[in-house]
Nanobody
Framework: QLQLVESGGGSVQPGGSLRLSCAASAFTSEYYVIGWFRQAPGKEREGISCISRGGGTTSYAESMKGRFTISRDSAKNTVYLQMNSLKPEDTAVYYC???????????????????WGQGTQVTVSS
């Protein structure tokens, strides 16, 4: 079964950057669409971005466009989320998730993803 492990979270000042990593355990991870999500205290989990199996297609939630960039290194079975110009409202637990569902263009909607990592905390504060 596919296992996902997030890393790269931490504390950063407003305006700073972080790069999150999502490492997949199975060598067949190339068959999975991978997405990034976040959940702030007291709020529902929301989608950020997703990337296709080959990494050639990406999608972003409208509110996440411009500051977040998803990428994939298939040789390392790892998907990254580069986050720039971070704001206090970006504080949340960030999750990566995977699905075998087939999309014409992937959708970063939590309900579409079956396999989830444990999450990594991101705190943006001065």
């Amino acid at each position: 079964q596919l296992q996902l492990v997030e890393s790269g979270g931490g504390s950063v000042q407003p305006g700073g950057s972080l790069r999150l990593s999502c490492a997949a355990s199975a060598f067949t991870s190339e068959y999975y669409v991978i997405g990034w999500f976040r959940q702030a205290p007291g709020k529902e989990r929301e989608g950020i971005s997703c990337i296709s199996r080959g990494g050639g297609t990406t999608s972003y939630a409208e509110s996440m466009k411009g500051r977040f960039t998803i990428s994939r290194d298939s040789a390392k079975n790892t998907v990254y989320l580069q986050m720039n110009s971070l704001k206090p409202e970006d504080t949340a637990v960030y999750y990566c998730a995977a699905t075998l569902r087939r999309f014409r263009i992937c959708v970063p909607a939590p309900r579409e993803y079956e396999y989830w990592g444990q999450g990594t905390q991101v705190t943006v504060s001065s």
